[in-house]
Each structure stands twice: as structure tokens, then as C-alpha cells.
């Protein structure tokens, strides 16, 4: 135990938080895990509330608007989540003496550098989801600059809920082949390695061997869609080259979608924190327990 205080778990109800109780309660922690019913992050005034109620030592916000597409054209409703919900968090740790780790996106960066984007690299987002995270970052970088933690994290997958890999899993089904794209670069990232880095920097934190700032929470190493479909394949036990690549320009979406997507780890090693593991090495491990997941609730 780090702490005698509870860890306070916000967007309770969703896969990255799941991951995040699950590893909190494997270390003993108290938690206080609050979904969207019982904590409406737009509402200022609960929000200060459930912190002066549960004085929490650390604050993990895993709520967000995440909808990329639907953000393009409600901007505003995004915003309330994703920018005025941390912004109220951060109002309410710095009135409490919390601790928060925000997790943010890789959506906040053009997406047109050609290596690693480090920490303190220039944001510049392409859509209005980029947008609205980024301002979730100022406001609790402005407003917590000695306990406000912002982890941003990239194609993240897990068990619960939607994502890349059980939809994978569910085509390769359902189609002889697939059109992956094959033109846009970032890290697979398994929500349940994020959870134990953000165990690990809450810790941190609160021994103080962790400054306050921006840290990139994301898997090792690179690939495109495309070599990660080839990868769930090869899991799958069924023939990577029934995936075929293709352009973004086949995929046309409300919202681009930045084209490389590769972050740089230095705060975390520089933390004495060690990042997430290659993301093969990582898909590995959580294939079958997510693939039980998918045939359970989509059985042939």
C-alpha cells in the first residue's frame, strides 16, 4: 500500500478503467470506482463533491468522449467531456491535495513526424477529438503542476468493450479476405499494460520519484494496421495473407486520422518507470483470454 487514502477511478465502466481496478486491487489499494451514472464529469460541483467525500490519493480519469467521428460534428459535447471534465478534476485534486493521472491521445500531435515523438513535442491536432484532449491537457497541466500527470496512449485494445482486435477477430470470420490499411505507423497498446504503467506512476508520484508532466503510455516497438491484422491473424492460427494493404484514401472517415502515431518513453525511463513491452510480445499474452471474450459474446 502506498497510501492510506483510496485511489478514485473515474469512466469506471470502461475497458481501460476495468484493467486499471483489476491491477489496483491485485496491489492491495483501496479504490473508489465511479462510472458515468455516478460521477457526471461536466457537473463541476460533483465533481468537487465526490472528491471532498472520498479524499482520494490519486485521481485516474479514464472518462472520454472517444467517438473520434462523432466529435466532428459535436465538437461541443466533446469538449464538455473531454476538456471541461479534467478541467474540473484538476480544480478539485488541487483543493484536495490529489494526485490526478489524466490519459490522453495520440490525436493531439499532427501525426507527420518521421520518428518518435518525444514528450514536450509540438501538439498540433488534425481533428476536433485532438482538440478537445488537448485541452484536457492544458487545464490540468495549468492547474496541477505539481500533482497533474497526463499519459497519453495510442491504438490501445483490451477485453472489454470495442476495439481493433475483436473486431479483427470477428472479420476473419465473417470475410475470405481484408483491406487493412497499411500507411498509418503507431504501437498496439494493451489496455492492461497501460494499467500497471499508470499503477506504477501513481506510486511514483506519491513517492516522489515521479515528476508531474506529460509521460507517453504506449507499447514498444512499431507497425501499421496492417501488420497488426497480420499479427491477430497468425494468433488466429489462420493465413496472414488473406490480409491485403491498403491507402487511408480507401477508408475515407470524418476525422484524419494521423499518420504516424510512434511515441517516445524518455519521461517514463527517466521516472525509473520501465515502458510497456514490444506490442507483439504483448498481443501475445492477451490473444486468448480476449479471444474467449469475442467468441463468447459473438459465438459462430
Known sequence: MTDDRPWLVTGAGGMLAQDVLGRLAEAGEQVVALDRAALDLTDRA????????????????????????????????????NGDGPAHLAAACASTGTVLLHVSTDYVFAGDAEEPYAEDAPTAPRSAYGRTKLAGEQAVLKTLPEHGYVVRTAWLYGTGGPNFVRTMIRLAGERETLDVVNDQRGQPTWSADLAGLLLALGCGALAGTAPAGVYH????????????????FRLLGTDPDRVRPTTSEAFVRPAPRPAYSVLGHDR?????????????????????EIHRAQTKENPA
Open 46 to 81: 460533483a465533481v468537487q463533491q465526490a472528491l471532498e467525500l472520498h479524499r482520494p490519493a490519486v485521481v485516474v480519469n479514464c472518462a472520454a468522449w472517444t467517438a473520434v467521428d462523432d466529435a466532428e460534428t459535436r465538437e461541443a459535447e466533446a469538449l464538455a467531456i
Open 217 to 232: 503510455g504506449t507499447s514498444s516497438g512499431e507497425t501499421t494496421w496492417y501488420g497488426f491484422t497480420r499479427e491477430i
Open 268 to 288: 517514463f525511463r527517466a521516472a525509473g518507470i520501465e515502458p510497456p513491452r514490444d506490442w507483439r510480445a504483448a498481443l501475445a499474452e492477451a490473444f486468448p
